[in-house]
């Protein structure tokens, strides 16, 4: 595992408010799926999927979307019933998904975004900004 991701996993069990732990959540996830290794991996399951891929995403997504859902339904607030704090981790979850497995895709409208730590930290803000203020819509 990366300092980076270790790091990002430190952040989001150690802070205390919603929106940092959100934010490192998502960073981590990112973080993960950008590994080279990984990358190169998942691109091959995606053409020819294999057992392996099943127990990836039951391992690696899963385990997110446990992490995430609670912080989701804390932003989301008491009143937040269990679906809505579901789709919406799913929601997020699959902006972390997109952005990582459609690289090839996004390149072609975006060729100049290189995949960095620097362009995973830049997709991890926009990802927390723009689902904690729609979290933060759906509260009202």
């Not at 053409?47 to 690696?60: H, N, S, Y």
């Not at 100049?112 to 933060?136: M, Y």
């Amino acid at each position: 595992m990366s300092t980076t991701t270790q790091s990002s996993q430190k952040r989001m069990i150690g802070e205390a408010d919603a929106e940092n732990r959100f934010r490192a959540h998502v960073q981590s996830l990112l973080e993960l799926m950008a590994d080279e290794h990984r990358g190169l991996w998942l691109a091959q399951e995606l053409r020819v999927p294999t057992v392996a891929r099943v127990i990836w995403d039951e391992d690696l997504i899963h385990a997110h979307y446990l992490r995430l859902k609670p912080i989701v339904g804390e932003i989301l607030g008491g009143d937040a019933d269990e679906e809505t704090a579901r789709l919406s981790s799913f929601s997020i979850l699959g902006q972390c998904v997109f952005y990582l497995r459609s690289h090839a895709l996004v390149a072609r409208f975006y060729p100049e975004r290189h995949l960095n730590p620097e362009t995973i930290d830049r997709v991890a803000r926009h990802i927390t900004q723009f689902s904690f203020g729609a979290l933060k819509e759906m509260k009202r």
